[in-house]
C-alpha cells in the first residue's frame, strides 16, 4: 500500500490556512496525477490543490479513535497538524492543560485556577507509572523519584518555555510532590523551607511583563537532596543571569520587581523608611502598570515576610534587607541637574542640590557621609601615569553612573538572600542523592533583541543538544529492548550554532577581547563579527546596516542589535561610589554584601556550594550570574563568560542525571482562560522542541501496540476459524500479513507490535469498512425478521377477527331464544305477586288504623309525664350549669396565671439554652491548637514527673503532718461550733421576743383590714364576673395564638437543634481528624525510630517454646474458659429419691466414730438454737417492756435508736467484712483495725452526745427561767395566741413516730425471729433428711463397685467435713477470744497515755507469718454455701508490669477468642473497683496508665495485623462500657441489675479517664480504617476498573488479562477475611457497620479518583464492565451485612453512589434531550466532576454518539443551578477526599456478664499474681 492511495473519497486532510496554520478538508474525488479537489470542513469551499511532489501531499487525519490521545505519539499520523490538532482538542474542549510527548510533558499555560493540584491527586499518582494515569506534572515528577529510587542515580526535571508559560509555576509543583512523597519527620522539616523559598525567590526575581504577570527574569536550578532513605535531607539553589537592566527602566505595561511594589504597600507599618506611593518613584511608575489584577502587595509582603522567618532570615536582616531596597528607590528619585554656575551649555556637568530630600533619606539609611556621596555621583576619578584627575560628569553619564549603582546594589542583594535561603536549605544530615529542577527561561525572539536575549538563546541551543541526543538514545534502547531491526534516524544536531558562539573566534571571544580593548565600542565588535565570523553557516549579516549581526538558531533565525553589548558584558560600577556605600555605619547587610563580593574576588568560590555529589567535576568553579567574580589573575570576569562556565557545568551535571522534560506553551498572548491560538502555539512547538520529537519518532516506529490490545482491537480484520486466543501472537502476525503487504510498515517485538506512520490509520479504516459491511448484513437480517413477524401478526389477528365474529352471530340467536322463554315465566310471576300484593296492602291498612288510634291514647298520657320529668330535669341541670360555669370560670384564669408563669420559665430555659448553644463556638476555638497544646503538654508532664519523683517524699511527710493538723482543727472548730450555738440560741431568743410584740400589734390590725376586706370583696364581686366572662372570650382568642406561638417556637426549637447537632457532628469529626492526624504522626515517629532495625524478623527458640505451650493449653480448654459456674453441681435434697428401699442382703456397718461426730454436731447446731431463741424472747420482753414504759424523753430516746441503728448498721458491715476475710493472717490485723476505727467512733459519738444533752438541758432551762422572770405568776399570757397548743402537737406528733418506728422495729425483729426459727425447722428436717439417707445407703450392701466406692467417698467426706468444721469453730473461738483481748489491750494502752494505737499494731508484723501455713487449708471452706465473691481482683503494686505484660503484651489474637469476650477488659477493670474499694488513687492512675502505654507498644509493633487492632478495639470499647455501667449514674444503671448497682464506683470518678478510653478506641478505629484501606488499596483497580468479566466486551486493554481470582472475588475475600475478624473479636456491631461505610466510601473515592485520571477507562464498554464489577460488592453487602439490618445496608450502599453514577453516566445517552435526566441521575457528583468525566469520553467505535460542547455547557450549566450560588463561592475539588473519615460514636452497651463469675483462666498465667475478692 502506498501513501497516494489514501487520498480516496472521503479521505480527510490537513490543509494550510493564513491565521489558523492548518483547517480540516474532506476530499471529494480520488487523487489524480497532480489534482487533488477538496472540500473545506468549516467552509464548505472547494479547493483544487495543485501536487508539484507526491511526496509532499496533504497531511492526513487521524481517525476519531486517536483524537484526543495522551501521548502524541500514539497518533497514527504525526506530523504537525496532527499535533496541534490534539493539543486544541485537549486543551479547547476537554480542558486537558497536560499532554505527553513520548519523554516530554507539554504543558500549556491554562490562565486559570485548577483544582487539580490537591493531596489527593498527590496520592493518586503516588506509585502509578507514567501513563497510567491522565498527563499531570505530578506523573513526570513521580517518575523521576521513582528511578531514583529504583536505579539510585540522581535525576533532574527541565523546564523551559517562553515568559508567562507558566514554567514557575510548573517547578514549584514539582517540588511540591517532592515535599508531599518525600517528607521528612524530623524537627528541620526541610521540605516546608524548600516550599518556603519560592514566594522569596518570587518577589524578588519575578516581575510583570507584557506577556506574563509574573515572571521569572532569572533563572534558577533547585537541587532537592535525599538521604538513603529517600527522603529530603536538604536542598540547594543556583541562579543564571539576573535581569538587573529592570531595576532602573521597564517597558511600557511591564513593572519593577515584586518587592518593591510590596515595599510601597507595606509603607505605613515601616516609617522609618520614608517610602512613598509606588507611582512617586522613578524606578516604579516608567511602565505605567503599576498593579496586578487580582493581587495584593500587601497580603505578598506579609507572605514574604513569613517566608523569611521560615528560612532562618532574622528580623534584623531583613530589616535591612529593607533598607537596602528603600535605599534602591530613594537612589532613583535623587535628581541630577545641570551644574548652575556653568555658563558653558555644551559641557553641562551635573549636579545634585544639597537639601534634596532623597539624597539625606539614602544618606540617613544607611549612615553614609552625604557631601561623599554627593561628589561621587556627579563626579568620576581619572587615573593616568602620573596623577589622578577628578572631573565632573555630565548629566547622563551621572545618571547612568547612578543606575549602575542601583543595579549592583541590587544585584548584591540577591546574591546575599541565594545565599540566606542556601544556608537555611542546608542541612547536616547525609546527602545520597538528589533531584534538580531546572526552571530557565524559553527561547526568545522580540523586535530588538539585546545581549540578555543572546545568552538565554545560546542555553536554550546548548539544553536543544542535550535533547536531542536523550531522545535519539531512548528511541534506540527501546527498538534494542523489544529486539527489532532498526536504521540509525538523522536529526539535527546544533554544534555548528554552538560552535559559532564558543570558538576561540566566536560571539563570545570576541565580545570579551573587544571589551579589554581601552577604546572598544559596540561597533567595532559587529565589524570584526562580521570580518571573523562569516565562514560560519550558521552566521548572516543583515541586509540594511552594520549595527546587528544574525544568528541561525535551531528555533528561527534571530537578528541581535549590538547596542548596549560591551557594557552589559562589562557590568562596571564606579568605585569610588562603591568604598562611599561599603562606608556604611547604620545598615550592617552593605558589609555583609560586599564582603562576599570580595571572597569572591579573592578565591572565586561560589555563591552556592557545589552539590552533593557529582560524576563529573566541571573545570570552572560553579556561581551565581547575579554578581560576576573577578578571574585568578585579578582581572574582573566578564557575565559572558561567567554565563559560559556557569553553562558548561549545569550541562556536566544534566549528564550526570536521567533528565525528564517540561515543555511550557502560551496559548495567547491576551491571557485569556482557555483560548489557543494555532499560530502562537505551533511557534512554541518549534522552539521547544517537540515538533523535532514528533520528527524522530515519525522516521521510525511511532505506532506501538501491545499484541493482547491488537488482538482485542483487530481480531475483526481475521476469520472465526483463524482466531487463536491461546496464541494472539501468532493471530496478529496472519491479520498482519493479510492487510499490510509491505513487510516493512511493521516489526514484531518482544512484547509490541511496532508501525510506521499511517498503519495503525489504515487498519482503523480496513476495521471501519468490514465494521459496516457486518452493519449492513445486520440490518437486512433485522428489517426481514421485523417484516415477516409483522405478516404473521396480522395473519393471525385476521383468523381471530373471523372466529369472534362468527361465534358472537351464534351466541346473539342464542340469547333471542331464551328472552322470549324468559319473558313468558316473568309474567306468569308478576301476576301472582301483584295480587298478593294487593291483599296484603289492604289487610296492613286496616291493622295499622287500630295501632295507630290506641298509640295516640297511650302518648299523650306519655307525653305528660314526660313534660313533668323534663321540667324536673331543665332545673336540675340548670343550677348544675351555674355551677359548673363558676367552676370553669375559676379554672380558667388559674390556667392563665399557670400559662403565664410556664411561659416565662420556657423563655428563660430557652435563652439558657441559647447561651449554651453558642458557647460551643468557644470549644471551636478551644480545638484550634490541640497539636500544639499536646506537644507542649506532653513536655510540661514530663518535667511535672521528674518533679513529683523529686517532691514524694516530702509530699509523705506533709500528708502526715496535715493530717495529724487537720485532727487537731477539728477538734477547734467543734469547740467554736459549741461556743456559736450558744451565742446564736441567746440572739434566737432575743429576736423571738421582739417578734411576740410585734406579732400581737399586727393580729389586732388584721382584724380590722379583714372586715374592710369583706367589704370590698362583696363590691368587687360583682364587677369580678363581668369582666370573668370578657377575659373567657380573651381566653380563647389568646389560647389560639399562643398554639400558633408554640408551634412556630417548636418549628425554631428544632430547627436550631438540627444546627447545634450538625455543629456537634462538625467538631466531633474535626477532633477526630486531629487524633487520626495525631495518630499518623505517632506513626510517623515510631517508623523512624524503628528505622534502625533489621527488616528481617526472626522468633526466638523461646518465644516458640511458649508459642507452642500456649497452642496446647487453648487446645485443651473448649468454650469461654473464663466464667466459673457459682451453681453447686450436686442435686438438691428435694431431688433426692427419700422412698428407696432398702435391698436384701448383709448389711454394711457404719463407722462409729463418724456416727458420734454428727451427733455431737447435732448437739451443738441444738444449743445454738436455744441460745437464739433465748435472745429473741429476752428482745421481745425488753421492747415490750419499753412500749408499755411511759417515755420520759422522746426527744432523748429518739435520739439514742437513731445512734443505735447506725452503730448497727456499722456493725454488720463491719461483720459482713470480717466474714469475707477468710485467712487467719488478715483477720487479726482486720480485727484490730475495725476495732480500732470502732472505738474512735463511739468515743466521738458519746462526746457528741453529752455535748448535745448539756447544751439542751442548758437551753431548756434558760428558757423557763426566761417565762418566769418575764411573766411571772401570769403565765397563760405565753398561751395568748397558742402557742403552747401548736408546741403540744408538734411534740405529740414526734411521739406518735416513735411509738410507729418502735412497732416497725418490733415487728422487725418478730419477723427475723420466725424466719429464723423456720430456718431452724428447715435445717433440722435436712439433716434428718441426711441421717436418713446416710443411714439407708450405709446400711445397703453396694450393687456394684461404684456404690461402693460412693459409699465410701461419703463417709471419707462426712469424716473431713466434720473436722473441718470442729477446726472452724476452733479458730472462731479463738478469734472471739483474740478479740476481747486486743480491746482489753487497747483500752489499758490508752488508760496508759498511747493514744496512737494504730502504729503499734502495724509495726508488730512478726506475729503474722505463724499463721499462713494455716491458709492454703482454710481458704476454700465455707459454711454451707460456696464462697461468695466481691468481683474484684487484688494485685501488688510491684507485680503490676508482669500482669501488663501478660494480660496485653502477650496476648495473642488465637487465645483471645477461647476466652470471654472482652475478658482482659474485665479482669482491669475489676482491679479498678479493688483500687476504689480501698480508696487507692496513686496505685490507679498508674494501672490506667499503664494500660494505655501497653496497648498503644502492642499496637504499634502489630501495626499491619486486623487482628490484634480489633481484638484491643474490642477490649477497650468493654473497658469504657464498664466504666459507664458502673460509674454511677443514673444515665446508664437502667438495665443493671440491683447487684450490679450494688458494684458501683463509690470513690472514683473516672469521667476523665472515660474520653481518654474513647480517644484511644477512635485512634484505633483510625488505626483499624487505615490498615483495612491499606489492604484493598492494591486491589481496588484490578478488582473494579480492569476486571473484565466478558473478555473484548472493551477497546484496547490497558493491562494484561487478570488472572483467576485476581477480581471482584479476591476483593471480597479480603472484605469477608475483615469482616470475619471483626465479628470474632466481638466487635460492636454499630462500629462494624461504620467500619465497613468508611471502606466503602474509600473504595468509591479511590475508584472514582483513578477514573478520573484515567482516559481509558472513559467508554461505554469500560463502564458496563465496571458497573457489573460493583454489582458483586453491592450483592455482597447485601448478603454478608444483611444481618446488621436493613437500615445499615442502605446507608453502606449510598456511599457507592458517586462511583456508581459514574459509570452510569458513561453508559447514559448524552444528547442534549437528555441534559435533565443526566443530571437528576448525577446528584452525588459535582458539576466539575460531571464535566471532566464527559470530556474524557472517548467513543471506542465510529458509530458511537460523541459528546458535544453543547451539551457539556448545558450539563454545566444545570448542575451550577441545582447547586445554587453559593456553590461558586465554595473551594470545589476534582476529585474526592479519599482522606475523609465519619465521625464515629461509641453507644453504651452495658454487660450482663455478673463480675463475681469472672474467673481467670490458666492459658493467661495470672493465678499468683491476681487475688480474686
Not at 491576551?670 to 517537540?690: S, W
Amino acid at each position: 500500500m502506498t501513501t497516494k492511495e489514501l487520498y480516496t473519497k472521503g479521505a480527510r486532510i490537513w490543509v494550510e490556512h493564513p491565521e489558523k496554520v492548518w483547517e480540516s478538508a474532506t476530499v471529494t474525488a480520488d487523487y489524480r496525477s497532480g489534482v487533488l479537489i477538496a472540500k473545506l470542513d468549516q467552509t464548505g469551499e472547494i479547493r483544487q490543490i495543485k501536487i508539484k511532489d507526491e511526496n509532499q501531499m496533504p497531511p492526513l487525519r487521524n481517525p476519531s479513535l486517536l483524537i484526543g490521545q495522551n501521548d502524541l505519539t500514539s497518533l497514527s499520523y504525526l506530523h504537525e497538524p496532527a499535533v496541534l490538532h490534539n493539543l486544541r482538542v485537549r486543551f479547547c474542549d476537554r480542558n486537558a492543560i497536560y499532554t505527553y510527548c513520548g519523554i516530554v510533558l507539554v504543558a500549556i499555560n491554562p490562565y486559570n485556577e485548577l483544582p487539580i493540584y490537591g493531596d489527593e491527586t498527590i496520592m493518586a499518582y503516588r506509585g502509578q507509572s507514567m501513563g497510567d494515569l491522565d498527563p499531570h506534572i505530578f506523573a513526570v515528577s513521580e517518575e523521576a523519584y521513582t528511578k531514583l529510587e529504583r536505579e539510585r542515580r540522581d535525576q533532574s526535571i527541565i523546564v523551559s518555555g517562553e515568559s508567562g508559560a507558566g514554567k514557575t509555576v510548573s517547578a514549584k509543583y514539582a517540588m511540591r510532590y517532592f515535599a508531599a512523597v518525600g517528607g521528612n519527620a524530623s524537627e528541620t522539616q526541610v521540605e516546608r523551607k524548600v516550599l518556603a523559598s519560592s514566594p522569596i525567590m518570587e518577589a524578588i526575581g519575578n516581575a510583570k511583563t507584557t506577556r506574563n504577570d509574573n515572571s521569572s527574569r532569572f533563572g534558577k536550578f533547585i537541587e532537592i537532596h535525599f538521604d538513603e532513605m529517600y527522603r529530603i535531607s536538604g536542598a540547594s539553589m543556583r541562579t543564571y543571569l539576573l535581569e538587573k537592566s529592570r531595576v532602573v527602566y521597564q517597558s511600557a505595561g511591564e513593572r519593577n520587581y515584586h518587592v518593591f511594589y510590596q515595599l510601597c504597600a507595606a509603607a505605613r507599618s515601616m516609617p522609618e523608611l520614608q517610602l512613598d506611593h509606588q507611582d512617586s518613584f522613578h524606578y516604579l511608575n516608567q511602565g505605567g502598570s503599576p498593579d496586578i489584577d487580582g493581587v495584593d502587595d500587601l497580603r505578598a509582603f506579609n507572605e514574604t515576610k513569613n517566608a523569611l522567618t521560615t528560612l532562618g532570615v532574622s528580623e534584623t536582616e531583613q530589616q535591612n534587607m529593607f533598607t537596602v531596597l528603600a535605599c534602591i528607590l530613594h537612589l532613583g528619585n535623587i535628581e541630577l541637574k545641570c551644574e548652575p554656575d556653568s555658563g558653558d551649555v555644551e559641557e553641562d556637568g551635573a549636579y545634585i542640590d544639597p537639601n534634596d530630600k532623597h539624597l539625606q533619606i539614602v544618606c540617613s539609611l544607611l549612615g553614609v557621609s552625604k557631601p561623599e556621596l554627593s561628589r561621587w555621583l556627579t563626579h568620576r576619578r581619572i587615573a593616568s601615569a602620573h596623577e589622578v584627575i577628578v572631573s565632573r560628569m555630565a548629566t547622563n553619564r551621572a545618571a547612568f553612573a547612578r543606575d549602575a549603582l542601583a543595579k549592583r546594589m541590587y544585584g548584591e542583594m540577591f546574591a546575599w538572600l541565594v545565599k540566606c535561603v542556601n544556608r537555611a536549605l542546608e542541612t547536616e544530615q547525609n546527602k545520597s542523592h538528589f533531584i534538580g529542577v531546572l526552571d530557565i527561561y524559553g527561547f526568545e525572539t522580540f523586535e530588538i533583541n539585546s545581549f540578555e536575549q543572546f545568552c538565554i538563546n545560546y542555553a536554550n541551543e546548548k539544553l536543544q543538544q542535550q535533547f536531542n541526543s536523550h531522545v535519539f538514545k531512548l528511541e534506540q534502547d527501546e527498538y534494542i529492548k523489544e529486539e527489532i531491526s532498526w536504521k540509525m534516524i538523522d536529526f539535527y544536531d546544533n554544534q555548528p550554532c554552538i560552535d559559532l558562539i564558543e570558538d576561540r573566534l566566536g560571539v563570545l571571544a570576541l565580545l570579551d577581547e573587544q571589551c579589554r580593548v581601552p577604546q572598544g565600542s559596540d561597533q567595532g565588535f559587529v565589524t570584526k563579527l562580521h570580518e571573523s565570523c562569516h565562514k560560519y553557516p550558521h552566521f548572516m549579516k543583515p541586509r540594511f546596516g552594520n549595527q546587528a549581526f544574525i544568528i541561525k538558531h535551531f528555533a528561527d533565525n534571530v537578528e541581535y542589535q549590538c547596542g548596549g553589548f560591551l557594557e552589559k558584558n562589562r557590568d562596571t560600577v564606579s568605585e569610588e561610589q562603591l568604598e562611599c556605600i561599603k562606608s556604611s555605619t547604620s545598615c550592617r547587610l552593605i558589609h555583609a554584601m560586599f564582603a562576599a563580593d570580595r571572597v569572591s574576588e579573592g578565591n572565586a568560590t561560589a555563591t552556592l556550594p557545589p552539590p552533593s555529589r557529582r560524576r563529573t567535576t566541571p573545570a570552572v568553579p560553579l556561581t551565581s550570574l547575579t554578581q560576576p567574580p573577578r578571574r585568578a589573575s585579578g582581572q574582573k570576569q566578564t557575565v559572558g563568560a561567567q554565563f559560559r562556565a556557569s553553562l558548561s557545568a549545569l550541562m556536566a551535571t544534566l549528564s550526570a542525571t536521567t533528565p525528564h522534560y517540561v515543555r511550557c506553551i502560551k496559548p495567547n498572548d491576551t491571557k485569556l482562560p482557555f483560548q489557543f491560538h494555532p499560530a502562537r502555539a505551533v511557534n512554541q512547538l518549534r522552539a521547544c522542541g517537540v515538533l523535532e520529537t514528533i520528527r524522530i519518532s515519525a522516521a521510525g516506529f511511532p505506532s506501538r501496540w501491545l499484541y493482547q490490545d491488537f488482538f482485542n482491537r483487530y481480531r475483526l480484520l481475521c476469520a472465526h476459524k483463524e482466531l487463536d486466543r491461546g496464541d494472539t501472537k501468532g493471530t496478529c502476525r496472519r491479520i498482519l500479513a493479510a492487510h499490510l503487504k509491505d513487510p516493512d510498515k511493521y516489526q514484531f517485538g518482544a512484547t509490541k507490535i511496532f508501525f510506521r506512520a499511517g498503519q495503525v490509520a489504515y487498519l482503523e479504516k480496513l476495521r471501519a469498512d468490514i465494521q459496516r459491511l457486518y452493519c449492513v448484513r445486520i440490518q437486512s437480517c433485522v428489517r426481514r425478521f421485523v417484516a415477516r413477524r409483522k405478516y404473521l401478526r396480522r395473519m393471525r389477528a385476521l383468523r381471530g377477527l373471523q372466529a369472534h365474529c362468527r361465534g358472537f352471530l351464534a351466541r346473539r340467536f342464542a340469547q333471542e331464544v331464551r328472552r322470549t322463554r324468559a319473558a313468558i315465566k316473568i309474567q306468569r310471576y308478576v301476576r301472582g305477586w301483584s295480587a298478593r300484593r294487593r291483599y296484603r296492602q289492604l289487610r296492613r291498612l286496616a291493622v295499622g288504623l287500630q295501632a295507630h288510634a290506641r298509640g295516640y291514647l297511650a302518648r299523650r298520657l306519655y307525653r305528660d309525664a314526660r313534660r313533668v320529668k323534663a321540667s324536673l330535669t331543665i332545673q336540675r341541670y340548670a343550677r348544675g350549669y351555674l355551677a359548673r360555669k363558676r367552676v370553669k370560670a375559676m379554672r380558667r384564669g388559674i390556667i392563665i396565671a399557670q400559662a403565664a408563669v410556664r411561659r416565662f420559665l420556657a423563655r428563660r430555659l430557652y435563652k439558657r439554652l441559647r447561651i449554651e448553644a453558642r458557647s460551643l463556638d468557644h470549644v471551636k476555638t478551644l480545638n484550634k491548637g490541640l497539636e500544639n497544646k499536646i506537644i507542649s503538654l506532653q513536655q510540661k508532664l514530663g518535667e511535672a514527673q521528674q518533679k513529683t519523683k523529686a517532691l514524694e517524699p516530702l509530699a509523705v511527710q506533709l500528708a502526715e503532718a496535715k493530717a495529724k493538723l487537720e485532727l487537731l482543727r477539728l477538734v477547734e472548730i467543734e469547740a467554736k461550733t459549741l461556743k456559736v450555738s450558744i451565742v446564736d440560741k441567746d440572739s434566737i431568743i432575743a429576736a423571738l421576743q421582739t417578734e411576740l410584740a410585734s406579732e400581737r400589734d399586727s393580729n389586732k390590725q388584721l382584724v380590722e383590714e379583714k372586715k374592710e376586706i369583706e367589704k370590698t370583696y362583696k363590691i368587687e364581686r360583682v364587677a369580678w364576673e363581668g369582666e370573668s366572662e370578657k377575659l373567657v372570650n380573651e381566653l380563647k382568642s389568646s389560647k389560639e395564638q399562643f398554639d400558633l406561638a408554640i408551634e412556630e417556637r417548636d418549628k425554631q426549637l428544632e430547627q436550631e437543634k438540627k444546627a447545634l447537632s450538625a455543629e456537634l457532628e462538625a467538631e466531633r469529626q474535626s477532633r477526630q481528624k486531629l487524633l487520626s492526624t495525631q495518630y499518623e504522626l505517632q506513626e510517623r515517629l515510631d517508623s523512624l525510630q524503628r528505622a534502625p532495625a533489621t527488616k528481617e524478623h526472626r522468633r526466638s527458640l523461646s518465644d516458640a517454646s511458649n508459642n507452642s505451650q500456649q497452642e496446647t493449653t487453648v487446645e485443651d480448654d473448649f468454650g469461654y474458659g473464663s466464667v466459673r459456674s457459682v451453681e453447686n453441681s450436686r442435686p438438691a435434697l428435694e431431688a433426692v429419691n427419700w422412698s428407696a428401699g432398702s435391698h436384701g442382703g448383709p448389711m454394711p456397718i457404719a463407722d462409729a466414730g463418724l456416727v458420734l461426730r454428727m451427733q455431737n454436731r447435732i448437739s451443738a447446731l441444738q444449743s445454738e438454737l436455744s441460745r437464739t431463741t433465748k435472745r429473741a424472747t429476752d428482745l421481745e420482753e425488753r421492747l415490750m417492756n419499753r412500749l408499755s414504759s411511759p417515755p420520759t424523753n422522746p426527744n432523748l430516746d429518739r435520739f439514742k435508736v437513731e445512734e443505735l441503728e447506725i452503730e448497727n448498721k456499722k456493725l454488720r458491715e463491719h461483720l459482713e467484712r470480717l466474714r469475707s476475710a477468710g485467712d487467719t493472717t488478715l483477720l487479726t490485723k482486720e480485727v484490730i483495725d475495725q476495732l480500732g476505727i470502732m472505738q474512735k467512733e463511739l468515743d466521738r459519738r458519746r462526746d457528741e452526745c453529752v455535748q448535745l444533752k448539756s447544751v439542751l438541758t442548758n437551753t431548756t432551762v434558760n428558757l423557763k427561767s426566761l417565762t418566769t422572770s418575764s411573766y411571772g405568776s401570769d403565765v397563760d399570757i405565753v398561751n395568748e395566741d397558742g402557742e403552747l397548743a401548736t408546741a403540744y402537737e408538734t411534740q405529740k406528733g414526734i411521739n406518735r413516730q416513735l411509738q410507729e418506728e418502735l412497732m416497725a422495729e418490733k415487728k422487725f425483729y418478730s419477723d427475723h425471729i420466725s424466719k429464723t426459727k423456720a430456718e431452724i425447722d428447715r435445717l433440722r428436717e435436712e439433716n434428718e433428711k441426711y441421717q436418713k439417707l446416710l443411714s439407708v445407703e450405709l446400711s445397703q450392701e453396694p450393687k456394684n463397685k461404684q456404690q461402693e466406692f460412693a459409699q465410701n467417698e461419703i463417709i471419707k467426706l462426712a469424716a473431713e467435713s466434720l473436722a473441718l468444721q470442729e477446726r472452724v469453730d476452733k479458730l472462731s473461738e479463738s478469734c472471739r477470744r483474740y478479740k476481747n483481748q486486743i480491746r482489753l489491750l487497747v483500752t489499758k494502752l490508752r488508760e496508759a497515755g498511747i493514744q496512737d494505737v494504730s502504729d503499734i499494731l502495724e509495726g508488730n508484723d512478726t506475729v503474722v507469718p505463724q499463721n499462713t501455713s494455716l491458709a492454703p487449708e482454710i481458704a476454700p471452706v465455707s459454711r454451707k454455701k460456696e464462697r461468695e465473691y466481691l468481683g474484684m481482683f487484688e494485685y501488688k503494686i510491684q507485680d503490676e508490669a508482669t500482669i501488663i505484660k501478660k494480660l496485653i503484651t502477650d496476648l495473642k489474637p488465637r487465645t483471645a477468642v477461647t476466652l470471654l469476650p472482652g475478658l482482659p477488659a474485665y479482669i482491669i477493670f475489676m482491679m479498678l473497683r479493688h483500687m476504689d474499694h480501698v480508696d487507692d488513687e496513686p496505685k490507679m492512675h498508674q494501672l490506667l496508665k499503664a494500660v494505655r502505654i501497653g496497648v498503644k507498644k502492642t499496637l504499634r509493633k502489630r501495626s499491619d495485623s486486623v487482628e490484634y487492632s480489633a481484638l484491643w478495639l474490642a477490649n477497650m470499647l468493654r473497658l469504657l462500657n464498664n466504666l459507664r455501667q458502673y460509674s454511677g449514674d443514673a444515665v446508664y444503671q437502667k438495665e443493671n441489675t440491683p447487684r450490679q448497682n450494688q458494684q458501683c464506683l463509690r470513690i472514683f470518678d473516672l469521667s476523665e479517664y472515660r474520653q481518654l478510653l474513647s480517644d484511644i478506641a477512635v485512634q484505633i478505629y483510625q488505626g483499624v480504617i487505615t490498615l483495612l484501606e491499606r489492604q484493598v488499596e492494591r486491589l481496588i483497580v484490578g478488582a473494579i476498573l480492569e476486571y473484565e468479566e466478558i473478555s473484548g466486551l472493551s477497546g484496547p486493554a490497558r493491562a494484561p488479562p487478570s488472572p483467576p481470582g485476581a477480581g471482584p472475588a479476591r476483593l471480597k475475600q479480603e472484605l469477608g477475611a475483615a469482616h470475619d475478624h471483626l465479628h470474632e473479636y466481638h466487635v460492636d456491631a454499630s462500629l462494624r457497620v461504620m467500619i465497613f461505610k468508611q471502606l466503602f466510601y474509600y473504595i468509591c473515592a479511590y475508584s472514582l479518583n483513578q477514573l478520573l485520571l484515567r482516559k481509558d477507562l472513559c467508554c461505554w464498554a469500560k463502564g458496563l464492565q465496571i458497573r457489573y464489577n460493583i454489582s458483586h460488592l453491592e450483592n455482597w453487602i447485601k448478603e454478608q451485612l444483611a444481618e446488621y439490618g436493613q437500615k445499615s445496608v442502605d446507608e453502606i450502599l449510598s456511599v457507592l453512589k458517586p462511583i456508581t453514577q459514574a459509570v452510569q453516566l458513561l453508559q447514559a445517552r448524552k444528547s442534549l434531550a437528555d441534559v435533565q435526566s443526566t443530571v437528576d441521575m448525577c446528584s452525588n457528583l459535582t458539576a466539575m466532576q460531571v464535566c471532566k468525566i464527559l470530556n474524557m469520553y472517548t467513543p471506542a467505535e465510529d458509530y458511537e454518539v460523541k459528546v458535544t460542547r453543547e451539551f457539556i455547557h448545558e450539563i454545566q450549566k444545570k448542575m451550577q443551578e441545582k447547586a445554587g450560588p453559593k456553590a461558586d463561592k465554595e473551594p470545589q475539588n476534582l476529585l474526592m477526599d479519599s482522606k475523609m473519615i465519619f465521625s464515629v460514636q461509641f453507644p453504651f452497651n452495658p454487660s450482663s456478664i455478673r463480675l463475681e463469675d469472672v474467673e481467670l483462666p490458666e492459658v493467661l498465667g495470672l493465678e499468683g499474681l491476681l487475688t480474686k475478692i
